[in-house]
């Protein structure tokens, strides 16, 4: 992983600044999409007006332009929607790649313990069978 990236990551609230840049980049998308029908319908009205004589090729030319322009920005922002994606699932990876570490440092600990107080048990019931017995340790 690059390490400028890495110390992003890392930080305080990275998690939620991505989730904030993934909600942006679906409001832009959205936004785009509106304009797109806006421009969709701007190009028929002029056609409608073209029929009826009125001369609008340079404003049907010049919306196009545009329209074609609104999808190359949309499918951008898909793109940029997408790389976020993955890094928010990277990082969940690595999240659970350090959960997965501290559950397995976690059971070593509870094994040696369980172990320790197996023998502190065995150790006192020795002791309890020697006072019973009446006889010392």
Not at 52 to 64: H, K, S
Request: proline fraction near 1%; include cysteine.
């Amino acid at each position: 992983m690059d390490p400028p990236l890495n110390r992003h990551i890392n930080a305080v609230g990275s998690m939620q600044k991505l989730h904030q840049l993934s909600r942006t980049w679906n409001m832009i998308y959205e936004d785009l999409g509106d304009l797109e029908e806006r421009l969709d319908f701007l190009i028929s009205t002029s056609e409608k007006l073209s029929s009826a004589g009125i001369q609008t090729r340079a404003m049907v030319e010049y919306i196009t332009f545009v329209r074609g322009r609104n999808h190359l920005r949309r499918r951008w922002v898909t793109s940029f929607g997408e790389r976020t994606k993955l890094i928010i699932n990277f990082v969940f990876s690595l999240e659970g790649e350090e959960n997965s570490k501290a559950n397995t440092r976690l059971n070593v600990t509870t094994t040696f313990i369980a172990k320790e107080t197996a023998r502190d048990n065995n150790s006192m019931m020795t002791c309890v069978l020697c006072l019973l017995e009446r006889s010392t340790c």
